[in-house]
């Protein structure tokens, strides 16, 4: 989904007059870093969008020629260095005249707020004003208010690119009633309660050796089984996982295969058929969901604790359809503990390297994950 960027102009991208008003070529100034740090959260795939209250602007006071003229060089010089929006919106009423399109109001963004294909938990105002603070709550998304001294232009960017990737997600039905949260940035901290202990423990596994945090709370129709609670732990951790992850730029697309004692797990991701042995990739945070499972060898126990065996493969098949990602797992004969273990530590590390950032680009040649 889009990743926009509401960004005010006058005291944010140029420096403000003492007039308030940047109406000759003279008066423009722009605010220090700010070139670069567009440039740098465009390349992190944010779009920009300008937003912009300009007093009076076509009366005799603030003539439209007079704001056409900065306005253009503005924009030139910041197109020349690679910085482009995708909208300009500007308000040109003055207070008095108390209309709908003035910050904090949001009548300039209507279009974008009866859209649906943004991702309003990555987007954000960024202004110097409280109005443009008052903005970003009025439409539901975070705000930054830029400072010269205190938030400055490198410093903005930096916490919008390093943003910790967290995610909250809620499952209430008639079988189950799960909260969970993650935050693929933080490791430690987990907390989690199923009602069925082994499975705690692996999905502690998971976060582990994912090197992230989980807290997961999950209470089910155990009186009846364990199927519903596990499948909906694993349709939730999915969703959870799929949310904090956004639009997946800069991650590394990697897996593994996890030894342990006398088994072993693999976790492959591929594009072709597992039995073709031609991987592309060990886990592929792909966008397409599928799950494939091989045991060589039956589980010798129908159940570990109070988990079945049997929900293994259905649980990984839930939680890579929620995710989005095309998933292989095999695991080889061996202690029916080790092998269930095997295959949820291999898959939390599976998940460390795949959801690893290593730069800015999406990881597609296809210019899209899907």
Known sequence: MIKYLFIDRDGTLVAEPADEQVDRLEKVEFEPEVIPALRSLADFGYTLVMVSNQDGLGTASFPEEDFRKTQDF?????????????????????????????????GLLTDYLRRTDWDRSASFVIGDRETDVELGRNMGIGAIRYSRTDMPWDTLARSLIRRERTARVERNTKETRITCQVNLDRSGESQISTGIGFFDHMLDQIATHGGFSLQLAAQGDLHVDEHHTVEDVGIVLGTALKQALGDRRGIARFAFALPMDETWARIEGFETSLLEHTPS?????????????????????????????????????????????????????GNTHHQVEALFKGFGRALRGAIRIEGTELPSSKGVLQ
Do not use: Y
């Open 281 to 333: 990739a060990l886990m592929d945070i792909s966008g397409r969901p599928f799950a494939g499972f091989i045991c060589d060898a039956e589980f010798l126990r129908q159940k570990v604790g109070e988990f079945p065996t049997e929900m293994v493969p259905h649980f990984f098949r839930s939680l890579a359809d929620a995710m989005g990602i095309t998933l292989h797992m095999s695991v080889a004969p």
């Open 74 to 106: 503005i924009l030139k010089v910041l197109s020349s260095q690679g910085v482009r929006f995708a909208d300009i919106l500007i308000c040109p009423h003055f207070p008095h005249e108390n209309c709908a399109c003035r910050k904090p109001r949001t």
